[in-house]
């Protein structure tokens, strides 16, 4: 990708009211779910950017470390930086509701999900609500703590309106952060996400996957995920065994939270 083409798409990702170190944040990751950037590209330098986009050296640079601190790139000391790939041990990039805090108390565990299943659901409830369908693709996973603890998590989206979901096999979901899937297929990013939490007794098959008891009640998480203030994109439940380890759970789904792990 040419620096003109990357200074196009910071002319249409700039608008009112948005600082100028987001707007090119957006249009590094449009390029990257267009197609434009690939994983393992070389992304230009600071300076290289500096001179040929019409901004600030210091909001360059504060874009390039959110874009760091998110997963989508990855500095090499001494070589410079690039867009970063899917792991090939199957780490999660930048997760959003599986962030555990590892025991330094300023970074997270690394995730490793494995999709499991994937059908299609038409009991209604509250995914039904939540979506407005009446036809639901629900996708199951085994996400692995670090080697600690697994949690399960059943993902649920409107076939017809993401039907990526449907056609990726899912060993090429397992690895993946869903939310960059969902970028990828429609270029636009999660805006909002309500989350909900309670202690509930998970379904049999759920407590046996997170090895608990079947009548042991456990931490159970919902979210709900919104491409605009009232536009859900994805309904998700995940259930948490006993953990001495503590959640943190934003509702920006574009905060940060502690510095991502990068190499």
């Keep these: 990708m040419t620096l003109d083409e990357l200074a196009r798409l910071l002319d249409r990702s700039s608008r009112p009211g948005v600082p100028k170190y987001t707007a090119l944040r957006d249009a590094v990751v449009h390029a990257v779910a267009s197609g434009k950037f690939v994983p393992g590209d070389r992304v230009p330098n600071e300076q290289e950017l500096?001179?040929?986009?019409?901004?600030?050296?210091?909001?360059?640079?504060r874009a390039l470390r959110q874009l760091v601190e998110e997963g989508v790139i990855l500095r090499?000391?001494?070589q410079g930086s690039f867009i970063a790939g899917k792991s090939e041990d199957g780490e999660m990039a930048h997760p959003f509701h599986c962030r555990f805090v590892d025991d330094s108390g300023h970074g997270y565990l690394p995730v490793f999900p494995e999709a499991l299943e994937r059908?299609?659901?038409?009991?209604?409830?509250?995914w039904s609500r939540t979506l407005g369908v009446a036809q639901?693709?629900?996708?199951?996973?085994?996400?692995r703590?670090?080697?600690?603890?697994?949690?399960?998590?059943?993902?649920?989206?409107?076939?017809?309106?993401?039907p990526v979901f449907g056609k990726?096999?899912?060993?090429?979901l397992s690895g993946e952060n869903f939310k960059d899937v969902i970028f990828r297929a429609c270029g636009q990013a999660i805006q909002k996400i309500d989350i909900f939490m309670r202690q509930q007794t998970p379904p049999p098959?759920?407590?046996k996957l997170i090895g608990i008891g079947p009548q042991q009640p456990c931490m159970a998480l919902r979210a709900v995920a919104y491409l605009g203030e009232a536009d859900p994109i994805y309904y998700q439940q995940i259930?948490?065994?006993?953990?001495?380890?503590e959640l943190h759970i934003v509702s920006d789904s574009r905060a940060v939270g502690f510095k991502s792990r990068v190499s």
């Design 168 to 172: 990726l096999p899912l060993r090429k």
């Design 136 to 143: 639901g693709l629900e996708i199951t996973r085994c996400i």
């Design 50 to 61: 500096a001179g040929s986009l019409p901004m600030s050296l210091g909001t360059i640079q």
């Design 239 to 245: 259930f948490i065994p006993p953990t001495r380890r």
């Design 119 to 126: 059908h299609t659901i038409t009991a209604p409830g509250e």
């Design 76 to 78: 090499r000391q001494g």
């Design 205 to 207: 098959d759920v407590a």
């Design 145 to 162: 703590i670090s080697d600690e603890f697994s949690v399960s998590s059943s993902f649920v989206v409107d076939p017809a309106r993401l």
